[in-house]
């Protein structure tokens, strides 16, 4: 059974730009959690998408949004990137139902510079 | 006060050492508790995932949780070197709707010398 899959693994953009990425979850896995993790203060909740709907938000600027696609793979976007949206953006795929057991792709590393 | 506290470590011990790694947290609705291993630069892996109180032994790792003390642990028996890496646990409160969420601790690094 295939993981989770997030492209790219590596980006650099400046700052001022916008960024997408990527993330295909586990077969059968209807939801689809974002989390930015940083030596500062780790692993922080984005949002996640049940069926293509945003289910749960965390405390982000409007910056960062996101999508669903039907087929439950989700974007992410980082519009004007700062210096301190560099991070390992996470993705963390779950069934959606009956339990929380969630588990993470390898990451985008994003540097802004 | 941080939601769920983590002694960063790190922790360093000799190869077949058994391993305790704890959490405490302050929001008595969290109901499921999980344990992720991250190598540098991977995502984390879930090693155990429990719901309420007791106790989940899988192979060399046993997971406790005590909500009366909002308490958690893993234990590693006969760490390995390849065991070397942050340990991270995780609550939420419940699945779906605004609850299922996960609240990370800061992850504590190991370090298993052979």
């Known amino acids: 059974k295939a993981g989770v899959t997030q492209t790219p693994r590596y980006l650099i953009k400046t700052r001022g730009q916008q960024v997408t990425l990527s993330c295909s979850p586990i077969s059968g896995h209807r939801s689809v959690s974002w989390y930015q993790q940083t030596p500062g203060q780790g692993l922080q909740f984005l949002f996640e998408?049940?069926?293509?709907?945003?289910?749960n938000k965390g405390n982000f600027p409007g910056r960062f949004s996101g999508r669903q696609f039907s087929n439950s793979r989700s974007e992410m976007n980082v519009s004007t990137l700062e210096l301190g949206d560099s991070a390992l953006y996470l993705c963390?795929?779950?069934?959606?139902?009956?339990?929380?057991?969630?588990?993470f792709g390898q990451g985008t590393r994003l540097t802004v510079v | 006060q941080k939601e769920v506290e983590q002694d960063p470590g790190p922790l360093s011990v000799p190869e077949g050492a058994i391993v305790s790694l704890n959490c405490t947290y302050s929001?008595?609705?969290?109901?499921?508790f999980m344990w992720y291993r991250q190598y540098s630069r991977k995502g984390p892996e879930l090693l155990m995932y429990?719901?309420?109180?007791g106790n989940k032994e899988d192979g060399r790792f046993t997971a406790q949780v005590d909500k009366s003390s909002k308490y958690i642990s893993l234990f590693i028996r006969d760490s390995q070197p390849s065991d070397s890496a942050t340990y991270l646990c995780a609550m939420s409160e419940g699945y779906g709707g605004a609850t299922n969420k996960l609240i990370f601790g800061t992850g504590t690094l190991l370090a298993v010398q052979p």
């Open positions: 929001n008595s609705a969290f109901q499921y």
């Open positions: 998408y049940f069926s293509e709907t945003q289910r």
């Open positions: 963390a795929s779950s069934p959606g139902t009956m339990t929380t057991e969630a588990f």
């Open positions: 429990t719901y309420s109180s």
